[in-house]
């Protein structure tokens, strides 16, 4: 029989030796090995797009921290990349798209067969698939629809997403129609993850609270639930966690054929458990910040765990870690988790 993977089994809410933990962005500059190899890469882009390499940093969270969970190293700007659009990371601003989409053209430029130009992205999995300790499993990932179209109006990071919101609101149409196309590229993409090997798959949805409720419904929401409901519906064995940030006043709302949710860290754990525990397990959602002290680390940890109390919950952040980290924090995290929900 083959060995189970204790992610995977809490992933569908089944009773396991301990709490699951991962980590998002597990993979980074905290890590002076991360460092090491996006050195011998040349840059981000260029360790993205290296298979050999970005399989390298892919497992070094898994060997370092004893994570139940490796996350894919790639990013979620990779697919408008592929559709077309020219990327470029600048140290210390974050990702810059060169042209942002504006006119009808732009949106009729875009390459559908994006899906097929990943192929770096699949190999990657193959390599670490082949490396991973059978009890760990591999998650792949997308960025929303909704978030990625974000990114290619604006061009890049934003405070007020004031192009954006221009276009839902006075072109609802435009912006309906690059939520299809990124919703059918993006399901392609994560199909071709599953077959490459992902054994489980987490959509961010970075943006998703720079929108208020029915718009955040009518041009986030429904695009990441049918892609979960389609994915689900051909393979029912793969777990898909969605983590939509900052959305904490619409759960009531929440519904959809996935099996994840991620808590994020604005979201307090009672409310996601109240109003979402019996119908999801629930992954998440540590402050951050917390890690950069050992008594935040204990409490943080502590006022969790009571909420969830050992079952249907996966250990994460509530948002990426941050690259000033102490990767010895970190380490002490993930152990103290491991320890603390160990049944006897
Ligand atoms: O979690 C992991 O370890 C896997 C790898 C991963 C990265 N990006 C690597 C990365 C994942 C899952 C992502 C997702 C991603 N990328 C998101 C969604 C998650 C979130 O944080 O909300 C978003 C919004 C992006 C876009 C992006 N990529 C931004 C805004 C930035 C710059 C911000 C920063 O932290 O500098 C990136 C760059 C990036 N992606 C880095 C890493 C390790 C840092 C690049 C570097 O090495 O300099």
Known sequence: MATKKIFIEACFGRETEYTPVWLMRQAGRYLSEY??????AGSFLDLCHNPELSAEVTLQPVDILGVDSAILFSDILVVPNEMGMELNFLTGEGPQFSKPLQTDEDLENLDMSASQKLNYVYETIKIVKNKLPENKALIGF?????TLATYMI????????SKVKKVIYQNPDYMHKLLNKLSIVVE?????????GADAIQIFDSWASALEESAYFEFSWNYMKKISANLKKKYPEIPI???PKGIGAYLDKIDGDFDVFGVDWGTPMRLAHEKLGDRYVLQGNLEPSRLYSREAIDSGIDEI??????K????????GMLPDLDRENVKYLVKLVQNKTRKK
């Open 241 to 243: 966690i969605l983590f």
């Open 142 to 146: 997308a960025g929303s629809p909704w």
């Open 154 to 161: 604006e061009g890049e990071g934003t405070k007020t997403y």
């Open 312 to 319: 249907r919950h996966i250990f994460n952040l509530g948002h």
């Open 305 to 310: 765990l009571k909420i969830t109390n050992g």
């Open 188 to 196: 392609e993409y994560l199909e071709n993850q599953i077959k490459a």
């Open 35 to 40: 460092m090491a190899v996006r050195k011998k």
